[in-house]
């Protein structure tokens, strides 16, 4: 989300200071070439994406204050995790923090260390994690922790992010200076914010830290990894437009054949269902770990 300097607000003394005339500064402005984001602060192209809009926003909000930085929702944005709010980032207030508190205004008061963005300063990902846990219920808070957990991690190797090591070593990182569950149990296996979602919610039914990303191998000795794990239950969250192509379809039936043949049963979730109805999607999972029981029984 790298800004074109187009992209950039800008005020009249910046424009000035960067060779423009007050003359030609005037005309922009009486041409409506330039588009006014809040009072002396003007943008020449206004984002048509909903998170570049927010970041627009921000960087308008923070101009004029060199000593505030973007937090909670808006450093969200600006670092480019996942949306938590389930609504448009449009409607996603501005949040800031400064030396004054002002919350009519978004603004909070705060002290952490923040870090130079495209669009200005904002908290870490650490900090992010930590605000954001604090803020919002588990599952939607895991949808950011698990982000920033497979940033802190720093490999794409899928053994690696999988491995209890791994976990641990985030973990740490990221509970320094709060044990919120949201932290504790951020795991950078996670490949999707609708599985973080899915799993928080299993975990507040009692399943305990459920391990995202697991390797397994299906009859044919060939490699595979799965969303979510249950004893031989494997939980898969996917979107639906995954399987509008009819080659994915049939690798994934493929896939499946496979580790079914090696003892593993399934349970599909779709994504859109999983942040819909969670508390549905929570009762099926039951219902099928319960038929997995029965069939057990009558087979043992």
């Given at each position: ?20 005339t007050p003359w030609q500064w005037r005309s922009l402005v009486e041409t409506g070439e330039l588009t006014r984001l809040r009072r002396g602060v003007y943008v020449p192209v206004v984002a ?253």
């Amino acid at each position: 989300m790298d800004p074109t300097p187009e992209m950039l607000p800008i005020t009249r003394d910046l424009a000035l200071a960067q060779g423009l005339t007050p003359w030609q500064w005037r005309s922009l402005v009486e041409t409506g070439e330039l588009t006014r984001l809040r009072r002396g602060v003007y943008v020449p192209v206004v984002a048509t994406d909903d998170r570049t809009l927010h970041a627009q926003r921000v960087a308008a909000e923070l101009l004029p204050r060199t000593d505030h930085f973007a937090v909670s929702a808006s450093a969200v944005a600006l670092l480019e995790l996942p949306n938590p709010y389930f609504q448009p980032w449009r409607r996603v207030p501005v949040r800031l923090a400064g030396p004054k508190s002002r919350p009519r205004r978004g603004i909070r008061h705060g002290t952490a260390a923040p870090i130079a963005t495209p669009w200005g300063p904002s908290t870490d990902l650490i900090d992010t994690a930590v605000t954001v846990a604090m803020e919002l219920p588990l599952p939607a808070a895991l949808m950011v922790t698990d982000a920033v957990a497979r940033q802190l991690a720093d490999t794409q190797d899928r053994f690696v992010l999988a491995s209890q090591n791994c976990r641990n070593r985030v973990r740490e990182r990221l509970t320094r200076t709060s044990d919120n569950p949201a932290l504790a149990l951020a795991n950078p296996a996670a490949e999707s914010p609708a599985e973080s979602f899915y799993r928080g919610h299993m975990i507040l039914e009692g399943y305990t830290d459920p391990p995202c990303g697991v390797p397994r191998r299906g009859a044919s000795g060939k490699q595979y990894f799965i969303d979510l794990l249950l004893d031989r239950l494997a939980i898969e969250v996917d979107g639906k437009v995954k399987y509008t192509d009819a080659e994915v379809l049939r690798m994934e039936k493929d896939r499946e054949d496979d580790l079914r043949a090696a003892g593993t049963e399934f349970h599909r979730v779709w994504a859109d269902d999983a942040f819909g109805e969670p508390v549905v999607e929570m009762q099926r999972l039951a219902a099928k770990r319960e038929q997995m029981r029965q069939a057990w029984r009558a087979t043992g």
